[in-house]
């Protein structure tokens, strides 16, 4: 009995081993499986351009201007062919692109004519309670940079509280402009800061010395009566009228025109023709000091803003003039970029992202010599929030063993996409506090769905709706009802030259009732606008999108106004300076290069 009684304890004790070592193999078998199948985190190079049309890469049908890293990049990835801009100039469209939520969630979207930030001096600009990418990543321990253009704002209440800079928006490194590239700063063309607006402070401030010279000489030749008084009143009021805006406007190179490593302002003005290359450097600089850990970057391009910026070596070479110039330099930059990133041996473990912040502008020229780029077969351009030519961009995913190499979606995605994307791969979480309208690209990308997870998307100009994209999946249709257009001019030319750019409101603007209707994916020009005589379902279709848009209004709140009058306008005390106020002039570059001598 004592026998069998041990014999039992052992057979028992030998199952609870047996049992232990079978649950040690499988959590190590799961562990091992965990591991082949969570791949280790990718690196980040995001490139935005300025003002790139989506008809002026060659991916996407131009024959004539030579862009053949950015084609390769295609052939090795994913191109998007209805890739969709939150809006149609860079202030709102680039807020988008870092917050993944519309401009008009977080008040980045103007309800006056200027769309822009138009000061580094100013106090709007993408507020601190916005959460970026890059700081979502930058929780998750990537080293983060952004390199190039931001205008997004950089201080709120002194010239150093820098609340709007990249640095307090996630981004442990920035060298770059805190502003955009205007004609200003290089100072040869007509001014693209409100230039009627200069006109009109002018004509008046003739008017006003006019009026005292007229004074002036009444009293020397007494023609007529007037109190010394009076005039050296006028001529007072003339000089204060004409200082409130020359004081600004007339020194905008200086104001805004400058160059900044984190804080610290390194030039004041720029010096434009060493400004791509000492991006390119710091890019290339970055990727090298990072590449054993994760790193994103955020490339922001100058090109290919006008006044169009180009070094010698590329002048005369493309077929279109100095923008194609431009274009094909802003390539050459991208190949050198990507080639860093082969040389590193990062290729198979960065995602690589390509995309403009907007439509091609169409209205840029220098007397009869078109300054600005082309959006293919689509209507419009710059400034044109509803028509797909100021929206529609290029957008290229590159990630070698990961995505499929040669694929074209046609699907609707959009820049606000990246957000989510970014920080679903980074391993970070979308914030819960608030809407985000982006969604993540990466079942779509690698084919896993058929559909992009878009029903509908919202076209503003300002804040103003102006048309509403409606993916009908289960019949492929992809409606767009334009409540809004603005007047070209001359009509029917696409353009408006009168103004320089098309307006969001006003006496520019038709509205529509009921909207024009347009099916993209039968006429993506929009040439051949649809009636309930050419289609059996134009009121259900408008229906439906009308319910939309009031489902979408229902999710807005209230939001300080980053673009309004008072927080666009230039303040003194707000200025970025590396001197003494108003002495701001510094070239710490060429300091720093003379330096390493």
């Given at each position: ?23 040690i ?19 980040f ?9 989506i ?28 890739h ?34 138009f ?29 190039g ?42 001014p693209e ?10 004509l ?6 006019l ?30 009228y004409f ?22 302002i ?36 100058l ?14 070479r ?35 992202y ?20 082309w ?39 959009s ?18 506090d ?7 690209l ?14 509908f ?45 098309c ?15 347009f ?16 289609e ?13 848009v ?28 590396c001197?003494?106020?108003p ?15």
């Amino acid at each position: 009995m004592m026998c069998l009684f041990h014999t039992r304890r052992s057979h028992d004790a030998y199952q609870e081993i047996q049992w232990s070592c079978r649950s040690i193999w499988l959590i190590f078998c799961l562990f091992l499986r965990s591991c082949v199948s969570s791949p280790p985190k990718p690196n980040f190079l995001l490139i935005l351009a300025d003002d790139l049309g989506i008809g002026d890469v060659g991916c996407y049908g131009n024959d004539t201007i030579r862009t053949p890293h950015i084609d390769g990049l295609a052939e090795e990835g994913v191109r998007l062919t209805q890739h969709i801009a939150a809006a149609a100039v860079c202030t709102p469209s680039r807020a988008a692109f870092l917050t993944g939520r519309y401009p008009i969630r977080s008040g980045m979207a103007s309800s006056t004519e200027r769309r822009i930030l138009f000061w580094n001096g100013c106090s709007g600009g993408l507020p601190p309670n916005e959460t970026t990418f890059a700081r979502v990543l930058n929780q998750q321990g990537y080293s983060t940079a952004l390199v190039g253009k931001w205008h997004l704002g950089v201080n709120c209440k002194s010239h150093r509280d820098h609340c709007h800079h990249p640095l307090n928006h996630g981004f442990e490194y920035f060298y770059g402009m805190p502003f955009t590239i205007l004609n200003e700063c290089q100072g040869t063309d007509d001014p693209e800061l409100a230039k009627s607006s200069q006109d009109t402070y002018w004509l008046y401030t003739q008017m006003i010395f006019l009026a005292v010279f007229t004074l002036l000489f009444g009293k020397l030749t007494h023609l007529f009566s007037v109190k010394w008084k009076i005039i050296v009143c006028v001529t007072i009021f003339g000089v204060l009228y004409f200082l409130s805006w020359f004081s600004s406007y007339g020194f905008t190179k200086y104001w805004n025109c400058i160059l900044m490593r984190n804080h610290e302002i390194t030039e004041q003005p720029m010096n434009l023709e060493k400004t791509a290359s000492n991006m390119l450097k710091e890019a290339a600089s970055f990727i090298e000091r990072n590449k054993h850990r994760p790193f994103l970057l955020l490339f922001s391009l100058l090109h290919v803003h006008t006044p169009l910026i180009t070094t010698k070596e590329f002048l005369g070479r493309s077929r279109h003039g100095l923008y194609g110039d431009n274009v094909e330099e802003m390539d050459w930059m991208v190949g050198k970029l990507l080639h860093v990133i082969d040389k590193e041996g990062l290729k198979n473990t960065t995602f690589v992202y390509f995309a403009s912040d907007h439509g091609g502008s169409v209205e840029a020229y220098r007397g009869n010599t078109r300054l600005g780029g082309w959006n293919g077969i689509y209507k419009g351009g710059k400034g044109m929030g509803g028509w797909e030519g100021g929206i529609r961009v290029p957008g290229i995913v590159r990630w070698p063993g990961v995505l499929p190499a040669g694929t074209v979606i046609s699907e609707p995605t959009s820049l606000m996409d990246i957000f989510p994307t970014v920080v679903h791969l980074a391993g970070g979480i979308v914030p819960q506090d608030r809407v985000i309208d982006g969604r993540t690209l990466m079942p779509l990308l690698q084919g896993t769905v058929q559909h992009s997870e878009h029903e509908f998307m919202f076209h503003y100009c300002g804040v103003v709706l102006h048309a509403v994209r409606w993916h009908q999946k289960d019949r492929g249709n992809i409606w767009k009802a334009h409540y809004a257009t603005p007047q070209f001019q001359p009509e029917d030319s696409g353009v408006c030259f009168e103004r320089r750019i098309c307006p969001c409101f006003g006496d520019g603007v038709t509205h529509h009732d009921p909207p024009l209707l347009f099916d993209l994916s039968q006429d993506p020009s929009e040439e051949n606008p649809l009636s309930t005589d050419t289609e059996p379902l134009f009121d259900s279709i408008m229906k439906r999108i009308g319910k939309a848009v009031e489902e979408h209004r229902s999710t807005l709140t209230p939001v300080p106004q980053q673009l309004s009058p008072y927080n666009n306008v230039w303040k003194p005390w707000l200025q970025p300076c590396c001197g003494t106020f108003p002495f701001c002039w510094c070239d710490k570059e060429t300091e720093k290069a003379s330096d390493m001598l």
